[in-house]
């Protein structure tokens, strides 16, 4: 069936380091969302990329998908401590009615 | 405006019981979804439904079900517990049905089977 891989699975950074995280499908996907899970709370939605070779920017978040439409990125610069959490992308499975989040990357900054 | 709302936020059942969770969307959102979400890992979907009808399932056994209102609350029931349904339950409400459309969830309902 459709996967949805993320890696890394935990990454821990020094406060200015800058952070990516990477998510794989097995099948096409006709979008892609991206979702932050601080410690404690519940996903927030932060952006869905539909075009193939598609780039977002919000402030210091780059996201990527890929020219397949089978991969995407989200780069963070110079993270900061509110960067802390868990980032999941997320997709449609085969009928478009069933949704699919990927393992997460859990993100650590040290201050 | 207010956002999705679960009820309860925490819960403590036995195995073998039943248990309801309820959720509110975000007003004007026709949509709603249901994830179980164990610790350390990302949410599993279990239903969508818009409009009062199934519209997604996910894959779990028949002792999960749902329902929409006419007034688009939901509750989730699962019966005859196990020790693997402790999980935290995420609602998500979206505008319309659908696999483009961003997800809105609530705090959750933490159950814990004992």
């Known amino acids: 069936g459709q996967q949805v891989m993320q890696i890394p699975q935990y990454q821990h950074v020094q406060e200015g380091e800058d952070f990516t995280t990477y998510c794989n499908s097995s099948?096409?996907?006709?979008?892609i969302q991206w979702y932050k899970q601080r410690p404690g709370g519940h996903p927030v939605f932060l952006i869905q990329?539909?075009?193939?070779?598609e780039v977002k920017k919000q402030k210091r978040l780059t996201f990527q998908f890929g020219e397949a439409k089978k991969n995407s990125s989200l780069h963070i610069t110079a993270t900061q401590t509110t960067d802390v959490g868990t980032y999941f992308c997320a997709g449609p499975l085969y009928n478009f009615n069933k949704f699919y989040f990927g393992s997460g990357t859990k993100l650590n900054v040290k201050p | 405006d207010a956002g999705v709302t679960q009820s309860p936020t925490h819960l403590i059942k036995t195995r073998g019981q039943h248990v309801t969770l309820r959720c509110s969307p975000i007003s004007g959102h026709k949509s709603v979804s249901w994830y179980q979400q164990v610790l350390g890992q990302g949410p599993q979907f279990i239903f969508q439904?818009?409009?009062?009808?199934?519209?997604g399932r996910g894959n779990f056994p028949d002792r999960f079900s749902a329902r929409q209102f006419p007034n688009y609350s939901s509750e989730l029931n699962v019966n005859a517990l196990l020790l693997g349904d402790s999980a935290l339950y995420l609602c998500?409400?979206?505008?319309?049905?659908?696999?483009?459309?961003?997800?809105?969830f609530g705090d959750g309902t933490r159950l814990s089977i004992l």
């Open positions: 990329l539909v075009k193939s070779g």
């Open positions: 998500a409400s979206s505008l319309r049905v659908g696999g483009n459309q961003p997800q809105h």
């Open positions: 439904y818009y409009e009062k009808e199934e519209r």
């Open positions: 099948t096409t996907l006709s979008n």
